[in-house]
Nanobody
Framework: QVQLVESGGGLVEAGGSLRLSCAAS????????MGWSRRVPGKEREFVAA???????YYADSVRGRFAVSRDNRKNTMYLQMNSLKPEDTAVYYC????????????????WGQGTQVTVSS
C-alpha cells in the first residue's frame, strides 16, 4: 500500500505562485511514477503533470511552461511548482502514484491522494 497526502493548496491572486507537495508513505517511493491531476466541480478530472521514476517529465499543454514537477526520493515527496497562475487553474489537485507511468498519465493509477484545493482569484 502507498498513502499519498497532498499539501500546499490555498488562495492566490492571478499571476502568483504556489507549490504543492505530495508526501508518500508505504512502499518504495523511488520506483513509482508520480503525477498530478485536477478536477473542477462539474467537469472531468484532467491530467496536469507527471514524472517517471527516472525523472522524465510530462505536462498537459495547458500548464507546460508554467508548472514544474519534481521529486525528492530521499524525502518520499513530489512537488508541483505552479507559476503564473490563472483563474482557470482553480481546481482540486490530486496526487497519483503507480509503477507504470502511462497509468498515471491516463489517470488510472493504483493510488490517489485526497486532494488539495487551489483557488486563483482574478
Amino acid at each position: 500500500q502507498v498513502q499519498l497526502v497532498e499539501s500546499g493548496g490555498g488562495l492566490v491572486e492571478a499571476g502568483g505562485s504556489l507549490r504543492l507537495s505530495c508526501a508518500a508513505s508505504g512502499r518504495t517511493f523511488s520506483v513509482y511514477a508520480m503525477g498530478w491531476s485536477r478536477r473542477v466541480p462539474g467537469k472531468e478530472r484532467e491530467f496536469v503533470a507527471a514524472m517517471s521514476w527516472s525523472g522524465r517529465e510530462y505536462y498537459a499543454d495547458s500548464v507546460r511552461g508554467r508548472f514544474a514537477v519534481s521529486r525528492d526520493n530521499r524525502k518520499n515527496t513530489m512537488y508541483l511548482q505552479m507559476n503564473s497562475l490563472k483563474p482557470e487553474d482553480t481546481a482540486v489537485y490530486y496526487c497519483a502514484a503507480d509503477p507504470e507511468l502511462q497509468l498515471v498519465v491516463n489517470q488510472d493509477p493504483t493510488y490517489w491522494g485526497q486532494g488539495t484545493q487551489v483557488t486563483v482569484s482574478s
